[in-house]
């Protein structure tokens, strides 16, 4: 899991937590703790859905294109509305050149702020469409989209001087590091097919084949230079290191029905629960401490046989698995010759908690420190998912002959994954990325010309959380908190997301738009061909 939910905040308010605090040493209190949270381990994966859009209309305009006519956007967003195309061999491809600025105000202590600066390009997706002469109300489309992409990169330094040791004469130098790694792709690639039963109903089903890559890494580094009472020098230190890799391969079906009557329509479509073909992981996990009992008040107590502590896991090539959420999604749109408006939302199924991956090595040293923790628990990665309903609008507006106005904006709610099952009502939501909602806004243009549409505009995400605990402390250490703060809660998130969206949609047949749903004159549909 998350850095935050494997904080000391979560263990305090446990069943545990409070049994250790009573009936525990506090050096040993110290141990149990770190142990513990660290065998609640998850790794947070996809907890954003509506991150990416596909194709360059259906960015513009907020991600409702369930019932576009003419895009191949439609392979993703309903397989229902492929039917419909009436124009084949229609190519589609656009790129996202994204500028992300994500500032996190006191995320590692009071004044100590995170920040990503990042540039990224990304391949939205590429599709094409087919026909057959003998059965005209059949249409496939294939292509390959990227169905997610999320990237964060945080590290800080920290150096003080601080008393985190209080037996110790003077204030102690200070040096506190600490690393954060996030990467999270999905790719599908597949073909879907669609039905034109009549001139107002079309039925259709896409199959996907897709893969998805989780990379974590989290390391962090405290040490703390003091001299004991004899005048000699050591040094107090705690290091752990929490890294996570995970490749699964899956298959999924996509249903959908597309409704129209004149200038309405309705689009209903379920994403399916996902089959796993293969799937492997890997784990690397360790904490090491030294010399946190020098100034222990009763060094003949139970932690007198623990002076220091290594626990660690570093297995690869691990079995492995990932759930993907299903969902039902509904549409509605509104079209004239002037003008399309239409809204979509889409709800996200639960995923109770599961196991990922577990590892069969983890070990602690020294050996008799075993007893306190379950080795099991500590070796295996779960995760979990709540419900989402994310929503969106949109609109085109013909302005001049060739020129077309696209705007739409819609959410993109975080599924805040729990840690247990039991916690699902109370459990301590995620302060890094995992907990992030954002707010998508968009402008663009199309213009037309007698082979295709070029789509040029921008995107702008606005990021907010509803929880405010910071990453880590390192501004208030102490050596009962195992050389860091308690938790903090004024962590301030500011996060802007700007995207410059270009794609084209290319007719190979020569048929161009006159009007919104309206070919151009002097062309000939296929229906009139024949």
């Known amino acids: 899991m998350w850095v935050a939910l494997c904080h000391p905040f979560f263990f305090r308010h446990t069943f545990l937590g409070i049994w250790a605090k009573i009936y525990t040493p506090m050096p040993l209190r110290l141990v149990f703790t770190y142990l513990l949270l660290l065998s609640c381990a998850s790794l947070s994966a996809q907890s954003n859905y509506w991150t990416q859009q596909y194709g360059a209309r259906a960015t513009l305009t907020g991600g409702v294109c369930m019932s576009c006519r003419n895009d191949n956007s439609v392979f993703y ?58 059965i005209p109300r059949l249409k496939l489309v294939y292509g390959y989209i990227m169905r997610n992409f999320q990237k964060f990169e945080f590290d800080v330094e920290h150096n003080m001087f601080y008393d985190v040791i209080p037996q110790a004469a003077g204030q102690e130098y200070y040096r506190a590091k600490y690393d954060y790694e996030y990467n999270f792709f999905e790719f599908w690639g597949g073909i879907a097919a669609g039905y034109r039963i009549n ?66 329509k309705i689009a209903i479509t379920a994403m399916l629960p996902s089959a796993k073909l293969w799937g492997q992981g890997s784990i690397e996990k360790s ?66 908690e599961y196991e990922i991956m577990h590892a069969d090595n983890a070990y602690i040293r020294p050996t008799t420190a075993g007893s306190m923790i379950n080795l099991e628990d500590f070796a295996s990665v779960k995760a979990g998912a709540y419900s989402v309903l994310n929503v969106g609008f949109g609109a085109e507006i013909k302005v001049a002959r060739r020129w077309t106005v696209l705007t739409g904006a819609h959410t993109d709610f975080n599924n805040k994954v729990p840690l247990f099952k039991r916690e699902a009502k109370n459990y301590v939501t995620e302060t890094t990325p995992g907990s992030w909602h954002y707010m998508n806004f968009a402008l663009g243009f199309s213009y ?59 007719f190979i047949n020569g048929l161009a738009l006159d009007k919104l749903g309206k070919k151009k004159r002097g062309t000939k549909s296929k229906k009139e061909k024949d």
């Open 77 to 134: 967003y309903n397989p229902g509305a492929i039917g419909f195309i009436d124009s084949a061999n229609i190519n589609i491809a656009s790129q996202i050149y994204g500028l992300d600025f994500i500032n996190l105000k006191n995320a590692a202590g009071s004044g100590i702020d995170m920040n990503n600066n990042r540039l990224s390009i990304n391949a939205q997706v590429m599709v094409g469409n087919l026909s057959f002469k003998k």
């Open 199 to 264: 001139d107002h109903i079309s039925i259709g089903l896409g199959h996907y084949g897709g893969y998805v890559g989780i990379r974590k890494e989290i390391f962090s580094s405290v040490t703390v230079d003091a001299v004991d009472t004899t005048d000699a020098a050591y040094v107090a230190s705690v290091t752990t290191r929490d890294e996570y890799k995970v490749d699964h391969m899956y298959v999924l079906f996509k249903p959908g029905i597309d409704i129209r009557f004149g200038k309405y």
């Open 287 to 352: 904490i090491d401490a030294n010399g946190l009992d020098k100034y222990y008040d009763n060094p003949s107590g139970v932690y007198g046989l623990f002076p220091s502590f290594a626990l660690a896991i570093n297995q690869r090539q691990i079995k492995a698995k990932y759930k993907i959420a299903p969902s039902i999604a509904f549409g509605l749109e509104y079209e004239n010759k002037r003008c399309r408006l239409a809204m979509a939302l889409e709800y996200y199924f639960p995923i109770k």
């Open 448 to 506: 037309r010309k007698a082979n295709g549409l070029t789509f040029f505009g921008g995107t702008y995400n606005y990021g907010f959380s509803g929880n405010n605990n910071s990453f880590i402390n390192f501004s208030e250490p102490t050596l009962g908190n195992n050389l860091t703060g308690v938790d903090r809660k004024d962590m301030r998130v500011n996060i802007h997301q700007f995207a410059l969206v270009l794609g084209h949609t290319h």
